[in-house]
């Protein structure tokens, strides 16, 4: 799908930082601004470098990216920064925090270690001219070919790991599939992999979130906005490059991202290039998910877990806001116990880590523990069938037949549990079967896993973004219901997304629905639910308020939402949804029940070894 170039990259002199732009020492570094690095097609990007004081060869931590590398996390993202900082002081405890930027490592948190930081403005970004694509086939080569001058300078030991947050994780996956051969590790954390399923159809459904996340992230930084990108804290020099181009100008050197997106509505060769090939990662990875990534950072974390050919992975899930555990003590001495492995190749007991490790989510906290594998061996796979007469989950088996009308395009029907006889785990991937007919040729169906105390009250928790996030959400499009059935399982329906199957109208017909992963427990007396809607949640208390860089109030799914009217038109999607039950019609929920967890395995040799650092 993807070939090499066989053109030979032609690497920067040693003395690039000096003939072409600043180097200095400062705050224990030496760091080189503004490098540029020559790509296979003649293109030149630009990196900025943080090394040691002291000459030698080390290993190197790089990322690659359109956020504009001089852009100061304070100045870029300055709600999301506050937040953080407010609440985990070891953020910001032993570094200066001029050099922190969003979503990449801070450098006087690593340079210390004996490792170089190199920062690269991604095609069209920041300092780097050229034409933005997004995930392209180009941008992945262009990635490559950073990292293979990376590994050949006078500075480097030859080996590479791969750090950074979303965007920065989430094309480590595809360059991964290049094999570039000084590639030694890579750390993902909250990196989607499909670019279809994980990020811009949600079972089948357009997501908006990509056309916005391009006006308020991307278009800001783009290469030419010269003074209108701002200034680097640090130096003092444009982040976006000395160049001001006009609105035309920019525009001309952009893709349109949205419109791109709209006229792919299937997983044909467009996203699929913009996908990884897991049989081809075999890099040695950490792989960092979060529980309330609904709609971007959990599934890609996941997948790419149990599906990449790599004999060396590691799986880590976690809570709280997407970039939060990336900075604080917790993520990066876990980041750093795996690079001192790989890159300096450290006995420091990482190998011998369990693969996957948890940050099992409570109402009020979490606490973590050690597994072997995902799913879970020891899950019991539990149906909760749906009980049309009472709205209820339940054990039992529902014969009668029924059916339950609502508003294709509204709030939908919940199912509930009755209350818990004793405090229950539930962690991994759902999956929901139902038999639905509509009253038109096809229907959008959005299923939302939630949680309800005694009083009935939804128990929600801070996701990736949102802070009233629901314990699980999945989607799906009823006319893309065809199944993949070499890569389904009942606990993780797969779908093909690559024809579109109409709906007679009153014709029933079976979907099968993954629902993301998700961890929580409950305690005695709490009731799970899960509701079957025709729209994007909406959390029915307070507003969750706004961050610096969404546009839309967070009211409970973050910017992830799929309220595009030319995906959606009202007259195919806004009829009536039926529900259908009775005999060989048997819809149920299947949830991942997890038995209480033996002591021990809880990694303390990692965490002793981390502290040591």
């Known amino acids: 799908m993807r070939a090499r170039s066989s053109a030979r990259l032609e690497a920067a002199p040693s003395n690039a930082a000096e003939s072409s732009g600043s180097s200095e020492v400062r705050d224990g570094m030496r760091i080189h601004w503004d490098v540029p690095v020559a790509m296979d097609d003649g293109a030149v990007l630009n990196c900025d470098i943080f090394c040691p004081v002291k000459e030698g060869r080390y290993p190197v931590i790089l990322s690659y990216g359109p956020y504009a590398k001089g852009l100061a996390f304070q100045d870029g993202y300055p709600s999301a920064w506050e937040r953080m900082v407010r609440e985990h002081p070891d953020v910001t405890a032993g570094s200066s925090n001029k050099y922190q930027s969003w979503e990449v490592v801070d450098p006087e948190k690593w340079v210390p270690h004996d490792y170089v930081c190199v920062r690269f403005d991604s095609r069209g970004c920041g300092t780097s001219p050229g034409f933005i694509d997004h995930f392209s086939p180009r941008e992945t080569k262009d990635f490559y070919d950073c990292i293979e001058w990376a590994a050949a300078q006078p500075w480097s030991n030859g080996k590479?790991?791969?750090a950074g947050i979303s965007y920065y994780a989430i094309n480590q996956w595809h360059v991964a599939s290049l094999q570039p051969p000084h590639l030694a590790a890579m750390c993902i954390w909250e990196g989607a992999a499909d670019w279809y399923r994980d990020m811009t159809h949600h079972g089948g459904i357009l997501s908006t979130f990509w056309q916005n996340w391009y006006d308020m992230q991307v278009k800001t930084v783009q290469h030419g906005a010269g003074s209108r990108g701002g200034r680097s804290r640090v130096h003092g020099g444009p982040v976006c490059g000395a160049e001001t181009l006009s609105e035309a100008e920019l525009e001309r050197n952009r893709c349109?991202?949205?419109?791109?997106?709209?006229?792919?509505?299937?997983d044909d060769p467009y996203h699929k290039e913009r996908s990884p090939i897991w049989s081809k990662v075999k890099v040695p990875f950490l792989s960092a998910g979060n529980w309330?990534?609904?709609?971007?950072?959990?599934r890609g974390n996941i997948e790419g877990f149990v599906r990449a050919a790599s004999r060396q992975k590691w799986l880590e899930l976690h809570g709280l806001e997407h970039w939060t555990h990336f900075y604080t003590d917790y993520g990066r001495k876990l980041q750093l116990a795996f690079f001192d492995h790989f890159l300096y190749g450290k006995d420091n007991g990482w190998d011998r880590e369990p693969s996957v490790r948890l940050q099992v989510r409570y109402?009020?906290?979490?606490?973590?523990?050690?597994e072997k594998e995902w799913p879970l061996a020891r899950t019991k796979w539990t149906k909760f069938h749906l009980d049309p007469d009472n709205g209820a989950l339940q054990r039992e088996k529902t014969t009668r037949t029924a059916s339950l009308r609502f508003e294709a395009m509204g709030d939908g029907v919940t199912f509930l549990t009755p209350p818990l006889q004793a405090e229950t785990e539930i962690t991994g991937p759902s999956a929901l079967k139902l038999f639905i007919s509509s009253s038109t040729s096809d229907a959008d169906l959005f299923i939302v896993l939630r949680a309800f105390g005694p009083d009935l009250k939804e128990a929600v928790f801070q996701g990736a973004i949102d802070p009233h996030t629901p314990i699980g959400q999945g989607w799906l499009r009823?006319?893309?219901?065809?199944?993949?059935e070499r890569l389904s399982r009942p606990y993780r329906p797969y779908h093909t997304h690559d024809r579109r199957q109409p709906l007679k109208p009153g014709e029933v017909v079976?979907?099968?629905?993954?629902?993301?992963?998700t961890c929580v427990v409950l305690p005695a007396g709490y009731r799970i639910g899960v509701t079957i809607r025709g729209k994007d949640y909406a959390y029915p208390g307070a507003s969750g308020g706004r961050l610096s860089n969404f546009k839309n109030e967070l009211?409970?799914?973050?910017p992830f939402l799929h309220d595009d009217t030319r995906d959606r038109p009202p007259g195919l999607f806004g009829g009536t949804t039926t529900l259908h039950f009775g005999r060989g019609r048997q819809p149920y929920l299947l949830l991942p029940v997890v038995p209480p967890h033996k002591a021990g395995g809880n990694g303390s040799k990692l965490k002793k070894a981390a502290n040591q650092r």
């Open 292 to 298: 309330g990534g609904q709609g971007l950072h959990l």
């Open 555 to 558: 009211t409970g799914c973050g």
């Open 160 to 162: 590479v790991g791969l």
């Open 478 to 484: 009823a006319s893309h219901r065809r199944l993949d």
């Open 256 to 266: 349109e991202l949205g419109r791109e997106i709209r006229e792919h509505p299937f």
């Open 510 to 517: 079976e979907l099968d629905i993954e629902i993301w992963p």
């Open 363 to 370: 109402l009020d906290r979490f606490v973590p523990r050690a």
